[in-house]
């Protein structure tokens, strides 16, 4: 290590320095030699490596998986609930450290971090409770010397490949229900982030959870990759990221039929009426757009004005974007953190020229921040062309493009004029628009006067390329769970 190594890690200032692991978790044992570089995208300063491991280490933490499954799947639901409810109360103890890496190996600010810590490990209790309920069906039989039965079972041994957006909570909207159907894990975190989801396992050990119920995997995504999603002994996928690289997962899974949950890119539209409340509008597109700077496959994507407010709305959206102030996560005044790397700068940058070079006005930033890192600063551009790249592709980074639209079939149409159906939002007064509106949005989740909409008891997924399956509330448990009928012949 040299001495970026320890000025990074003296600076996240853990109380428990145990949390920050550069070794990977198979079978209950930290193993793997750290070679690959980690870094933290607001200095650039190296934080510690992580062992680059491929296709055979991939195959012994399936292994592991597949032998913990009999024993861990015969557990009461209690007992299973239990330790996911620990593992809860140690993430909550810790959340300080564990918000604290996360800031340092992704950038968004700590309040955010912590936040996302809270939220994350409300994944495990919901889902620890959930699994006592799981109950099963009896159905009336078309004859009287007949029973049936539907029985839930889970499925098995699952692999898992999470993003780098939100580190812990992606893990745990997966690992939470999985684990508490019965089912043992196979997870590959970002390479962006591994540290967050290291330290997730040091509290899983210590909550409890079995050898071999969680296994850890960090490096070559492609073989990796390969693994989860080919190997037989692999019952379900699950997966978060881009929509590219979930489709070719996807059609890898298709060799030994896997079940498959996908949540892949949004491009959400947000909706603003004229008898809407433009300040609630304003405050609801600051945090569906700027949070995680703009990193979120929920952020506002494109933002359809309508006519009367339009002006009005893009002033107060301009004003309140320009006092968000943008640095290191790790300073507590911080609201905008850097973007992940370079490639996610660059996107930013030809999102915002493209705009202007079609004629759109830009209101307040549109260049990145003189500091280290891969900073952009908050944008808001007026005027972009319907069919700008800000509108087609998901930007991912803290630029807000507004578009003007007449009437409410207008914005309904433009906004159901994606691939993408993830979420949306709209903002009216108006009742019986509102459920109009709700209705027709071809998305998944729909926000309706909020710009937030991610909570453990609510389904969150999407339609179209957006993705297959729900995480998160009573449905997520389903996805971890086959459905099995049994005829009795009396
Ligand atoms: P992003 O572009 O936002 O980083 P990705 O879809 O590339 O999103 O990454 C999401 C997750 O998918 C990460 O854990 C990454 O390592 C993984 N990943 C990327 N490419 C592949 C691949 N070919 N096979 C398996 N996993 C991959």
Redesign the pocket.
């Known amino acids: 290590m040299g001495d970026g190594a320890v000025s990074e890690l003296s600076r996240i200032a853990l109380q428990r320095a145990d949390l920050f692991r550069q070794q990977c978790f198979i079978n209950g044992k930290w193993t793997g030699d750290p070679t690959h570089a980690v870094h933290n995208p607001a200095t650039r300063g190296l934080i510690g490596h992580i062992p680059n491991l491929g296709r055979t280490e991939a195959e012994a933490a399936v292994a592991a998986a597949e032998a913990a499954l009999p024993k861990w799947r015969a557990e009461p639901a209690a007992a299973r609930a239990k330790i996911l409810r620990r593992w809860n109360e140690l993430m909550l103890k810790h959340q300080q450290d564990l918000a604290r890496l996360m800031t340092a190996e992704q950038g968004k600010p700590l309040a955010e971090a912590m936040g996302e810590i809270a939220y994350a490990g409300s994944f495990l209790e919901w889902f620890g409770e959930e699994a006592k309920r799981v109950y099963g069906d009896t159905i009336p039989a078309p004859s009287s010397d007949r029973r049936i039965m539907v029985l839930k079972q889970p499925v098995g041994v699952v692999g898992a490949?999470?993003?780098?957006?939100f580190p812990t909570a992606m893990i745990t909207r997966k690992v939470g229900p999985g684990i508490a159907a019965g089912c043992t894990v196979v997870l590959?975190?970002?390479?962006?982030t591994p540290y967050s989801a290291l330290a997730l396992a040091v509290l899983a050990e210590e909550a409890g959870l079995p050898p071999g119920v969680l296994n850890i995997v960090t490096g070559d995504?492609?073989p990796?990759?390969?693994v989860?999603?080919e190997d037989p002994r692999i019952s379900k996928f699950t997966?978060?990221?881009?929509t590219?690289?979930?489709k070719?997962?996807a059609a890898q899974c298709a060799g030994t039929v896997k079940r498959v949950s996908l949540e892949l890119g949004g491009n959400a539209p947000f909706l603003v009426f004229d008898d809407a409340d433009i300040e609630a509008a304003v405050a609801g597109a600051i945090i569906s757009k700027f949070r995680n700077t703009g990193q979120t496959c929920v952020c506002a994507n494109r933002i359809y004005v309508q006519d009367g407010v339009y002006d009005q709305f893009a002033r107060l959206l301009a004003e309140k974007a320009a006092a968000l102030v943008a640095g290191d996560g790790l300073a507590g005044v911080t609201q905008q953190g850097p973007l992940?790397n370079e490639r996610a700068l660059q996107k930013v940058e030809a999102h915002v020229a493209d705009a202007l070079g079609h004629g759109a006005k830009l209101l307040t930033g549109g260049a990145r921040h003189a500091n280290a890192g891969t900073f952009y600063q908050p944008t808001v551009l007026r005027d972009v062309a319907a069919d700008a790249l800000l509108t087609r592709e998901e930007t991912?980074g803290p630029v807000a493009g507004l578009v003007r639209f007449k009437t409410e079939e207008d914005a309904l149409r433009l906004a159901n004029n994606s691939r993408a159906g993830l979420a949306a939002y709209a903002f009216t007064r108006d009742l019986a628009r509102s459920w109009r509106v709700s209705e027709g949005l071809e998305y998944g989740m729909v926000g309706m006067n909020t710009g937030l909409i991610s909570t453990e008891v609510s389904p969150f997924g999407g339609v179209k390329e957006s993705g297959i399956g729900r995480e998160g509330s009573k449905y997520g448990l389903d996805e971890f769970l086959n459905i099995k009928a049994v005829f009795v012949q009396l």
């Open positions: 490949i999470t993003p780098w957006n590959k975190p970002s390479e962006l995504a492609e990796i990759g390969r989860l999603t997966f978060t990221g881009s590219p690289v979930g070719k997962l992940i991912f």
